[in-house]
């Protein structure tokens, strides 16, 4: 089959099925689910991948909520699309979790795009998506990396829904960090001089990281909490703990910024006395390494879908763990715009345009546009070559 004849067989297929692609963004949308919790989400799109042919394996990897389905037609290339369904807390009436990323949608574009080759020929390799959970919390991604199911894939495809389009948005590299001091309680009025104050480290530590940011880079991003500060104002607190998220644009600087804050909590252990303890409470993540390649290809692509305003422009950072992912196979990832310009994720005005008729429009689109770019990867060796070598050229890579 050529090029065309592929485009317009997807994209008839695309005009058949955007009502259940529609329905799977508004179904997630409806039953949103902390992460590590999507039960029913995981439930419900492995029932639509099997009734379309997929092989389905749920649990996937060490993930209750993970899930791996293939279609498989005869050797040739391996290409994925990455399914997240995981809600955030508190955003919901009476501070129930709900869809304020809009994974919701990102589940309907990567199951949807599967589900388009599924119903189309002309091709021949494995299609697979790949449910992620916990991408909120603890980095499904990265879980399911060291697991080794990156192992064996050409290529990755993955779109989010966000406040504008964009082909290259910025994701920082991101390290979890808890201190836990342990002191010795005593009355704060008639014995002080007996505590050691663990909130006081707290405190310090605070201190010596504000101090600290003069002396850093303009990408690097330190942003903490204190999650414990005692238990009574008239006793030493005898424990305390705080947590920080540290980014930075490229892992090895990251590095080298956390051990420094991490010298910080140190140094308030030291000058308090308190015993300081340190762990990362959640995975570490990358940063994001787009594929050249993919990303001029899904411009093409996108363009024809009907995303007449595609634009490479960078876009405010945060993270993701499909930055670790992208330094282990090419990646594709792009942002699909909705609203008016000025909502972001993460904001309680996102949840109404996540589900949002012009949200399932762009769904519809984005299914399309990563079916084709997949296509073109399943039945043109020469590009899958240049996707490849564009990764090893440009991309730290990283073994698990």
Same mark, same amino acid.
């Given at each position: 089959?050529?090029?065309?004849?592929?485009?317009?067989? +997807?994209?008839?297929?695309?005009? #058949?099925?955007?009502?259940?692609?529609?329905?799977?963004? *508004?179904?997630?949308?409806? *039953?949103?689910?902390?992460?590590?919790?999507?039960?029913?989400?995981? =439930?419900?799109?492995?029932?639509?991948?099997? #009734?379309?042919?997929?092989?389905?394996?749920?649990?996937?990897?060490?993930?209750?909520?993970?899930?791996?389905?293939?279609?498989?037609?005869?050797?040739?290339?391996?290409?994925?699309?990455?399914?997240?369904?995981?809600?955030?807390?508190?955003?919901?009436?009476?501070?129930?979790?709900?869809?304020?990323?809009?994974?919701?949608?990102?589940?309907?574009?990567?199951?949807?795009?599967?589900?388009?080759?599924?119903?189309?020929?002309?091709?021949?390799?494995?299609?697979?998506?790949?449910?992620?959970?916990?991408?909120?919390?603890?980095?499904?991604?990265?879980?399911?990396?060291?697991?080794?199911?990156?192992?064996?894939?050409?290529?990755?495809?993955? %779109? *989010?829904?966000?406040?504008?389009?964009?082909?290259?948005?910025?994701?920082?590299?991101?390290?979890?960090?808890?201190?836990?001091?342990?002191?010795?309680?005593?009355?704060?009025?008639?014995?002080?001089? =007996?505590?050691?104050?663990?909130?006081?480290?707290?405190?310090?530590?605070?201190? !010596?990281?504000?101090?600290?940011?003069?002396?850093?880079?303009?990408?690097?991003?330190?942003?903490?909490?204190?999650?414990?500060?005692?238990?009574?104002?008239?006793?030493?607190?005898?424990?305390?703990?705080?947590?920080?998220?540290?980014?930075?644009?490229? =892992?090895?600087? +990251?590095?080298?910024?956390?051990?420094?804050?991490?010298?910080?909590?140190?140094?308030?252990?030291?000058?308090? !006395?308190?015993?300081?303890?340190?762990?990362?409470?959640?995975?570490?993540?990358?940063?994001?390494?787009?594929?050249?390649?993919?990303?001029?290809?899904?411009?093409?692509?996108?363009?024809?879908?009907?995303?007449?305003?595609?634009?490479?422009? =960078?876009?405010?950072?945060?993270?993701?763990?499909?930055?670790?992912?992208?330094?282990?196979?090419?990646?594709?990832?792009?942002?699909?715009?909705?609203? /008016?310009?000025?909502?972001?994720?993460?904001?309680?005005?996102?949840?109404?345009?996540? /589900?949002?008729?012009?949200?399932?429009?762009?769904?519809?689109?984005?299914?399309?546009? %990563?079916?084709?770019?997949?296509?073109?990867?399943?039945?043109?060796?020469?590009?899958?070559?240049?996707?490849?070598?564009?990764?090893?050229?440009?991309?730290?890579?990283?073994?698990?």
């Amino acid at each position: 089959m050529s090029e065309h004849s592929l485009w317009e067989s +997807l994209r008839s297929i695309a005009a #058949e099925s955007a009502d259940q692609i529609m329905d799977i963004s *508004h179904y997630i949308f409806t *039953h949103p689910e902390l992460g590590e919790k999507e039960y029913e989400s995981c =439930r419900y799109l492995t029932k639509v991948l099997r #009734e379309t042919g997929f092989s389905v394996t749920c649990p996937y990897g060490t993930m209750e909520t993970a899930f791996r389905a293939e279609l498989c037609r005869g050797e040739g290339a391996t290409i994925a699309f990455l399914a997240e369904y995981d809600a955030l807390p508190g955003y919901g009436e009476n501070k129930q979790p709900a869809h304020a990323c809009g994974h919701n949608w990102v589940a309907a574009a990567s199951v949807g795009a599967a589900l388009l080759l599924s119903r189309t020929g002309g091709w021949q390799g494995t299609v697979v998506v790949l449910g992620t959970p916990a991408e909120e919390t603890v980095g499904g991604k990265v879980i399911l990396a060291k697991n080794g199911a990156f192992q064996g894939i050409d290529a990755v495809f993955e %779109m *989010h829904l966000n406040k504008c389009n964009s082909l290259r948005p910025r994701a920082l590299a991101i390290d979890s960090w808890e201190f836990s001091f342990r002191g010795k309680a005593s009355h704060a009025a008639s014995a002080p001089e =007996r505590g050691i104050n663990a909130l006081d480290a707290v405190n310090l530590t605070f201190a !010596g990281i504000n101090a600290l940011r003069q002396q850093l880079r303009p990408d690097v991003r330190i942003h903490g909490i204190v999650t414990d500060g005692g238990s009574a104002v008239n006793i030493i607190p005898e424990s305390a703990a705080c947590r920080f998220y540290v980014r930075s644009e490229k =892992r090895d600087d +990251l590095d080298e910024v956390s051990r420094r804050v991490i010298d910080c909590a140190r140094g308030a252990a030291l000058m308090t !006395g308190a015993e300081l303890t340190v762990r990362k409470f959640e995975n570490s993540y990358d940063d994001l390494e787009p594929n050249e390649v993919l990303m001029e290809r899904m411009a093409v692509h996108l363009e024809r879908a009907g995303f007449g305003d595609v634009t490479s422009a =960078r876009q405010d950072p945060g993270s993701t763990d499909l930055g670790t992912v992208s330094h282990l196979v090419p990646v594709f990832y792009g942002y699909a715009g909705v609203g /008016d310009g000025n909502t972001d994720c993460h904001e309680a005005d996102f949840i109404p345009l996540a /589900d949002s008729p012009q949200a399932a429009e762009k769904a519809v689109k984005c299914a399309l546009a %990563m079916a084709c770019g997949a296509a073109e990867l399943l039945t043109d060796q020469k590009l899958l070559s240049e996707v490849q070598a564009a990764f090893r050229r440009s991309v730290p890579q990283k073994v698990y």
